[in-house]
Nanobody, 124 residues
Framework: QVQLVESGGGLVQTGGSLRLSCAASGLTFSRYAMGWFRQAPGKEREFVTYINWSGSSTYYADSVKGRFTISRDNAKNTVYLQMNSLKPEDTAVYYC?????????????????WGQGTQVTVSS
């Protein structure tokens, strides 16, 4: 059974930092591209970033470029999202997702597995 479990969310002030983790089980993690998406209340789920299966390629939404960093540890079956210089508009539920194709995508439809999400709230 494929399972993705996010952790690390919380409440932080503007300008602060958080590190999200997503632990995977039930899949060959090193074959999967991993992505982070987020969904704010009343809004559609939006792409944040992805990393390919090996970690050699990453891609970021313009809204987080230069502030967020995605990384992965295939030995630990875990993907991370380091979020710095947080803004109130970053407030959302953050989801990790896995794509067996391995290359990553900005389209949520291509991801095969999803976590339950972790809440990130940035206060002004």
């Amino acid at each position: 059974q494929v399972q993705l479990v996010e952790s690390g969310g919380g409440l932080v002030q503007t300008g602060g930092s958080l590190r999200l983790s997503c632990a995977a089980s039930g899949l060959t993690f090193s074959r999967y591209a991993m992505g982070w998406f987020r969904q704010a209340p009343g809004k559609e789920r939006e792409f944040v970033t992805y990393i390919n299966w090996s970690g050699s390629s990453t891609y970021y939404a313009d809204s987080v470029k230069g502030r967020f960093t995605i990384s992965r540890d295939n030995a630990k079956n875990t993907v991370y999202l380091q979020m710095n210089s947080l803004k109130p508009e970053d407030t959302a539920v953050y989801y990790c997702a896995g794509n067996i194709a391995g290359g990553g995508s900005v389209r949520p439809q291509v991801y095969d597995a999803w976590g339950q999400g972790t809440q990130v709230t940035v206060s002004s």
